[in-house]
């Protein structure tokens, strides 16, 4: 019998090149690739993963990587995932000031319908100075940032719920009259929508307006208190919100050639491209104050995990105890480390009872 909730599995996918490692030691540079992500996606799938997430980039990072300069645009991409799978959910990722929110619930809703309810939103405030100097778009201040996102979220779900041509929206941001979308999502009362803030803004909205939070727990003793403090704001507003870990997982059939593989794409971290992320950071948030330039370079962030099946397993399961109802995972080879972690680490969170 389990004590703890099964844990949803996700993939955060290689949709942007060189993801996640800021390194230019990488196995499959053309991972990005669309077919690359096709056999990734359908192998996914054939696992048992419950979801596929995108990054959303708009240009690289420079140096001799140019980090996440090639990528594809993630409704586009959400489109030809959902074609080619059968099960699997996919998400979308989008930054509010690029997308107007109509626009997304159109889209999304349509996405939904063709797909039988398998598609979700992922939104992003943003924090790249870079890309939206790049296009003429203002970010705005932390906090002006997380009004806007919560107006944003509503009017997202207003059109996505209220009956075609009944709902209308007025704030600072956002006017929207008699608004229409038809077909509806088939997913009821809508798909899922994630947020992965982490500042006292970020986090607020998450638990007002969203069902899912993704998070970077700097270790994994910390997620715990992360996971609660969320979902403690949530029940403050009678809500529920689940939590998903995003981790960067390295596998060695050894502790010793798991660390081996991890110093390898140390050493061959891109710094330019390191710094020029770091320098594009538009935060103001505290957000990433204990995350490593490792942490960055490893995953752009996301918390890394570097061990033997079991260990990792037991990281998993452990995050599970602390509340974590999901994991998002990426991988320095991504259809060599989806097969090992199919492989080796699933039987393992089957037997603790989580799978
Ligand atoms: C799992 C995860 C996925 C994210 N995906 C993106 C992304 O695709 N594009 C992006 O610009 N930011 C992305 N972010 C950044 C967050 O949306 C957010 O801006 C960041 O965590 C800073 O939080 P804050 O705004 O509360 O300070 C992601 C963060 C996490 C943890």
């Not at 690289?60 to 489109?79: K, L, R, V």
């Not at 009259?177 to 998450?206: C, D, F």
Request: glycine residues 8%; charged residues 20%.
């Amino acid at each position: 019998m389990t004590t703890t909730p099964p844990i949803k599995l996700g993939l955060f996918m290689p949709n942007c090149s060189f993801s996640m490692s800021m390194s230019t030691y990488k196995p499959h540079p053309e991972e990005w690739e669309f077919e690359y992500n096709v056999r990734i996606a359908q192998l996914a799938e054939a696992e048992g993963f419950d979801f596929l997430f995108p990054s959303a980039r708009w240009r690289g990072m420079g140096g001799e990587t140019n980090y996440q300069g090639t990528n594809f645009e993630t409704f586009t991409w959400a489109a030809s995932m959902l074609q080619r799978t059968q099960r699997i959910g996919v998400y979308s990722t989008v930054h509010v000031p690029v997308y107007h929110p109509f626009l997304v619930a159109k889209m999304g809703a349509g996405l939904d319908y063709m797909s039988g309810g398998r598609w979700g939103l992922n939104v992003v405030s943003g924090w790249n100075q870079t890309e939206f100097k790049m296009m003429g778009l203002d970010i705005a201040d932390h906090a002006r940032r997380y009004e806007r996102t919560t107006d944003y979220i509503k009017v997202i779900k207003g059109l996505w719920t209220c009956e075609p041509g009944t709902f209308d929206f007025e704030s600072e941001w956002y006017q929207i009259h008699q608004g229409w979308i038809s077909p509806m999502p088939h997913s009821k009362p809508y798909p899922p929508i994630i947020n992965a803030g982490t500042s006292e803004a970020g986090r607020n909205l998450v638990a007002t307006e969203c069902d899912w939070s993704f998070m970077c727990p700097p270790s994994v003793e910390a997620s715990g208190g992360m996971v609660s403090d969320i979902k403690q704001r949530a029940a403050k507003v009678g809500r529920q919100v689940r939590c998903v870990a995003a981790l960067f997982l390295i596998i060695g059939d050894t502790e010793a050639a798991a660390e081996e593989e991890k110093q390898r794409i140390l050493e061959q971290a891109d710094r330019e491209a390191l710094s020029n992320w770091l320098a594009g950071l538009s935060m103001d948030s505290n957000s990433f104050d204990s995350h490593t330039l490792d942490m960055f370079c490893l995953s752009g962030g996301s918390t890394p995990l570097v061990g033997t099946p079991a260990s990792i397993a037991e990281a998993i399961i452990e995050m599970n105890r602390q509340g974590m109802d999901g994991v998002l995972l990426s991988f320095l080879d991504y259809y060599a480390g989806t097969q090992k972690f199919a492989r080796e680490v699933i039987p393992l969170l089957e037997k603790a009872g989580i799978r």
